[in-house]
């Protein structure tokens, strides 16, 4: 048990202006190696360029930097996303040699900035590359286990696992009294199905029950993969609830994008003037459009200059701009295709991005055919913000990319939490698994491992052991015995 | 009235059934001086239920039972009459051997290695107490007064302890198949502090074979090649005889339902808890009341006999109603019955009273095994006789007890379920309590136990070399067929003649043998004559492990994992009541289990994750606070 790294965010989730995830295990100073680059002014020039070919150079980069990482310094660098390129967060890091850090063991500290999203993406990159996610009061538990803490501490130790177990337990029982709870269970069930037939096929091979099929078989798990991948998918829809969908507007100076704020707020808080450059800071906005909150960041006009507060506030702009769910460009109906535009459809290639051709009520000189061969998945929304034309329109499509087709507020189900995420990640990989093994064709006893481990894992949601279950069921259901 | 001192042994075994055989033998085996004692000496290995050995996971038994050096495995061998492999459309891991057994053949060849056998005696005698002192046992007495003392005793009471039989409303103490129950004991033990509840089972009835119409019935027959239970015989002969498949139907139903008031099952007679598993057909017609029909097997009961088993039809319903509903099967409708179906009733222990050695927890030297710790079957019982008499023999030549892990064999697994998570009805292995059932195979079973056992003095030098070469001989092999290739025009051919895809590359012969379509035999004609001569056993273990290695491999990880927490060890003497931060629930059943390592806590219902944290943390306390002294 030991052995395993584990990892988890250290600080309270919330204001705090800084945030810490904290790695510990054999495995901390890998998984650090591995999603971390030193500030690097070649490397930020890169920021939003996810192309192969870089990511090679990246991750090339980060091995010959490997050496570099020293016990108890603390480094400043990037966080990247080691699968997709995705620059992550600005960081400090610290890397503390076991036995001479809380646990005894290997630890990484990473200080980001206190955002719960970029707590939450780093945690998860970390735990995509190879740490669980931590148990409550485990890093102390560790550390006392390891020989850190002093004797008389641990009875505070105890009261540590006692108290939060109890309180996760109250906790997870008053996120769980709804609908994922109960969809968890209905996906137990199906897989309950599974499990009693194939138990009973394999052990009552000379009962006159009902052999079980591999056709039957590929349907039921197909029918909770996809019940699992439904789940997975409402996970973004359920973060983005709890903590607010986060979007940011970018454009040329003087598009409109500080009207569009005031239009969505319905309240003059932007300076909006017709010269260039005039909005100086990122302006954050908390809002809610159709029930669902918002975070928008009206982002400085992203160009080259030499004034310095203007210079900031860019700054900001790409950093609101990276964290962002959602990216709102807007371009002027009534001019031409630029440079500073084309620079920008660069940069959201890939991103979750919605068009906006602003000023309709001018004539049209915009080569809409252009943007529509640059970005071909990106939506192209036609309105005329001063005019108040297409911001319903502009609502509508909001509230779909936040709801998917899949999942609707009120009915669907959210999971929110971090690791019933990873758990359900896992439960899906084992259903796949066994899938893949139905298909060909393997025996019953090999594919039972991997359908009773998604059952196992979905049971640690909903804080119901395996115990007997399945061998209950298989009396109750069939008319087994001499 | 005094006791008359007849004699003092080093183990005695109480009962002769299928568990008190493989405890005196492995304790006779084991060098100790051993008294097995029965009420009546034909009941030396009696099958009073079905006569079959094996299936699944108890043919896992058997062949564990026959690697450590029991006897069970090679006395089927001399007395099965029709063997059938099971499972045989599934994985390895599931096969399962089953055995169809000539019952009195059965009893008369165990009787004979048992007379033949040195350092043991048999007895015919009701023990009617055991001795106890300042909490250990030395001796026990018996009906007639005599007394023999002993270093350890072993308590296989099977379905005689304070046996009751129900046929309809008729209830009378008896132990099984008309045999003489032992009362007086039963009263002792409780006086002694053992706690006894109530279990049940039952049996149908049997009828003469010329009284059956085999027209209206399937035969079942009998695999083709007999393979042998075991690991030490290769050949053992055909199948002697035929089994038979018939069902029940409407009218063996509403006879059944009719008459459910007479039954001793439903008229609440009957207080113990029967098996789920090994239900009496009354029990199935009501809780499956929309099952039209349930199949029963007819199965001879040996070769010198006509009296058949009717599979599947167990009952406590009286003599008339099972005439009559008996008589309504197709098949049977000119039935004579010899022997009534009944239910049986007896005493038991909680297996939670016990150590994972098999010690009763609060009366030393007193070992328990079978039925008495609440288990049902004949592998189940033998597998436990076995392990009681392997650790009576280490507990009084002051060796550590030999415990199997769930990892290691299904009586790991068996005695871990009972000790550990106790159960609540007669307990019957199945190969999904397994966890590691990848690993636990049939096939292997030598290969996992047999080296444990020859260490602690019980398996054979001529088991313990057999074994050797069967390793050596798979390993060597294993090697030649992952050295041995071939181009594709080589083996292209042949790959179709099997019904697989060609190869472009070379190609080993593991490799080919790694797809389900070729197996070992096959790729003779393609092999040359490097190739060496291998037994049955032998060929079984190479494909297997050729076969299912990347499974084995994960399966073995798990293992490795579990390992590291059954290697935390706790203190028997451990009190629960003292450690802060347990919960309530936690104390109690940590206190009545005493689990010996944390593997083991974390099994207990009632343990949770967290007092499985408190418990590593307190560990720790107790490791620091003595490394200070």
């Given amino acids: 048990m030991r052995d395993e790294t584990i990892a988890a965010i250290a600080t309270s989730l919330g204001e705090g202006g800084i945030g810490i995830v904290r790695i510990s295990g054999d495995e901390a100073l890998n998984i650090l190696e591995k999603i971390f680059d030193y500030f690097n002014k070649d490397l930020k020039n890169k920021t939003v360029d996810k192309s192969v070919d870089k990511l090679d150079n990246l991750s090339k980069d980060s091995m010959s930097r490997k050496a570099e990482i020293q016990a108890n310094k603390l480094i400043y660098g990037h966080i990247y996303d ?13 890397y503390m040699k076991g036995p001479h850090s809380y646990t005894a063991e290997d630890v990484v500290e990473i200080q980001c900035h206190g955002s719960i999203v970029s707590l939450k993406k780093i945690l998860s990159l970390v735990l995509k590359n190879g740490a669980r996610l931590a148990e409550n009061g485990e890093f102390t538990k560790r550390a006392f286990l390891n020989g850190r803490l002093d004797l008389s501490q641990a009875e505070a130790v105890i009261d540590l696992i006692r108290a939060k177990s109890d309180r996760t337990f109250t906790v997870a029982l008053g996120q769980l009294e709804g609908k994922l709870s109960k969809k968890i269970k209905d996906i137990r069930g199906k897989l309950v199905d599974i ?6 096929n394999i052990d009552y091979p000379d009962e006159d029950i009902e052999e079980i099929t591999y056709d039957k078989l590929l349907k039921d798990l197909e029918a909770v993969k996809f019940s699992i991948d439904s789940l997975r998918e409402s996970f973004q829809t359920g973060r983005i609830l709890k903590e607010g969908l986060r979007v940011s507007i970018i454009g040329k100076p003087n598009v409109g994008k500080s009207s569009l704020m005031n239009a969505l707020l319905k309240e003059e808080r932007a300076i909006v003037t017709d010269i260039p450059g005039t909005t100086r800071d990122t302006i954050e906005e908390s809002l809610s459009v159709r029930g669902i909150p918002i975070i928008i960041t009206d982002t400085a006009g992203i160009r080259e200059t030499d004034d310095v507060i203007e210079k900031i506030g860019i700054e900001k702009s790409k950093e609101a701009f990276n964290s962002a769910d959602l990216i709102i460009f807007i371009l002027d109906n009534s001019k031409t295709l630029e440079e500073a535009d084309f620079d920008i459809i660069e940069k959201i290639q890939g991103r979750n991005a919605l068009v906006l051709v602003n000023k309709t009520d001018l004539e049209r000189v915009i080569d809409l055919k252009e943007i529509e061969k640059r970005l071909p998945k990106a939506e192209i929304l036609e309105v005329a913000i001063s005019k108040e034309v297409g911001i319903k329109e502009l609502e509508e499509k909001i509230e779909a990319l936040v709801y998917g087709c899949k999942v609707k507020a009120g009915e669907g189900l959210m999971v929110t939490n971090v690791r019933h995420k990873e758990i359900l990640d896992l439960a899906g990989e084992a259903v796949a698994d066994s899938l893949v093994m139905v298909q060909s064709g393997e025996a019953l006893e090999f594919l039972e491992i991997d359908v009773n481990r998604a059952y196992e894992l979905l049971g640690s949601i909903v804080g119901e052991t395996v115990e007997g279950d399945i061998i209950d069921q298989v009396f109750a259901r069939f008319c087994l015995g001499k | 009235m005094e006791h008359i001192f007849m004699g003092e042994y080093d183990i005695i075994v109480i009962g002769a059934g299928h568990a008190g055989c493989e405890a005196a033998l492995a304790s006779s085996r084991m060098g100790n001086k051993t008294l097995m004692l029965s009420i009546n000496l034909e009941a030396i290995a009696m099958m009073p239920c079905n006569p079959s050995i094996g299936g699944t996971g108890k043919g896992h038994l058997v062949r564990e039972i026959d690697a450590l050096g029991g006897e069970m495995g090679k006395n089927i061998d001399k007395s099965f009459i029709q063997v059938k492999m099971l499972n045989t459309a599934k994985g390895p891991a599931v096969h399962s051997l089953r ?139 055909e199948n002697k005889a035929l089994c038979w498949l018939t069902y029940t139907n409407d009218e063996t139903h509403r006879v059944i339902r009719e008459n459910f008031h007479r039954s001793a099952l439903f008229g609440g007679q009957i207080e113990g808890i029967g098996p789920r598993y090994c239900p009496s057909i009354e029990d199935k017609v009501n809780r499956f009341s929309d099952k039209e029909r349930h199949q029963l097997f007819i199965e001879p009961e040996g070769l010198d006999t006509d009296e058949m088993y009717i599979q599947g039809m167990s009952s406590s319903l009286p003599e008339d109603v099972q005439h009559a509903f008996y008589k309504t099967i197709e098949g049977l409708e000119n039935i004579r019955i010899v022997r009534p179906a009944y239910a049986i009733e007896y005493d038991c222990i909680d297996p939670q009273d016990l150590k994972l050695s098999l010690e009763y927890r609060t009366i030393e030297n007193l070992f328990c095994a079978g039925q008495f710790n609440g288990s049902s079957g004949y592998e189940e019982a033998a597998a436990q006789g076995l392990m009681a008499g392997i650790n009576a023999s280490l507990k009084i030549s002051g060796q550590n007890p030999f415990i199997l892990g769930r990892n290691e064999a299904y009586i790991g697994v068996l005695i871990d379920d009972l000790v550990t998570k106790g159960t609540n009805e007669p307990y019957r292995i199945m190969t999904s309590r397994a966890e590691y059932r990848l690993i636990l195979r049939q096939d292997n079973a030598d290969l996992r136990l047999t080296e444990k056992s020859y260490k602690i003095g019980l398996a054979s030098e001529e088991r313990y070399a057999k074994f050797i070469e069967k390793k050596e001989a798979v390993e060597k092999e294993l090697i030649r067929l992952s050295e041995k290739t071939f181009a594709p025009k080589e083996v292209n051919e042949f790959l179709e003649n099997c019904g697989t895809s060609p190869v472009e590359g070379r190609i080993s012969l593991a490799d080919l043998l790694k797809r389900p379509q070729v197996t070992y035999a096959d790729t003779r004609v393609i092999d040359d004559d490097t190739r060496p001569y291998l037994d049955y056993h032998q060929i079984t273990q190479l494909e297997v492990q050729i076969k299912y290695e990347g499974y084995i491999e994960k399966q073995l990880k798990q293992v490795e994992r579990q390992k590291k927490l059954e290697d935390k060890k706790l203190r028997e003497d451990l009190e629960y009541d003292l450690i802060d931060g347990l919960r309530l629930e936690a104390i109690q059943k940590l206190n009545q289990v005493k689990p010996l390592s944390i593997g083991q806590a974390s099994r207990i219902s009632g343990v949770s994750p967290a007092d499985i ?14 490394s200070k002294i």
């Avoid at chain 2, 009906?143 to 072993?154: G, P, Q, S, V």
């Fill in chain 1, 195 to 200: 499990l009693v037939n194939i138990t009973v």
């Fill in chain 2, 99 to 237: 055995a169809q057994a000539d019952k009195n053949k059965y009893h008369l060849e165990m009787k004979k290695t048992i007379e033949a056998q040195p350092n043991l005696d048999m007895l015919q005698a009701e023990v009617v107490d055991i001795l106890v002192e300042n909490g250990k046992a030395y001796g026990v007495v018996t009906k007639t007064h005599t007394m023999y003392k002993a270093k350890a005793i072993i308590l296989a009471t099977g379905t005689f302890l304070r046996g009751k039989i129900f046929i309809g409303s008729s209830a009378y103490y008896s132990g099984p198949n008309g045999l003489a129950p032992s009362m007086e004991l039963a009263e002792n033990l409780s006086e002694k502090g053992m706690k006894l509840r109530r279990f049940k089972t039952g049996t149908p009835a049997r009828c003469l074979a010329q009284s059956l119409d085999y027209s209206k019935m399937t035969p079942q027959r009998g695999d083709e090649k007999v393979i042998p239970f075991s690991f030490m015989n290769e050949e053992i002969g």
């Fill in chain 2, 613 to 626: 944290n408190v418990l590593l943390v307190y560990l720790e306390k107790k490791r620091r606070e003595n």
């Fill in chain 1, 82 to 94: 080691n699968f997709t390129g995705e620059l992550i967060d600005e960081v400090m890091a610290v």
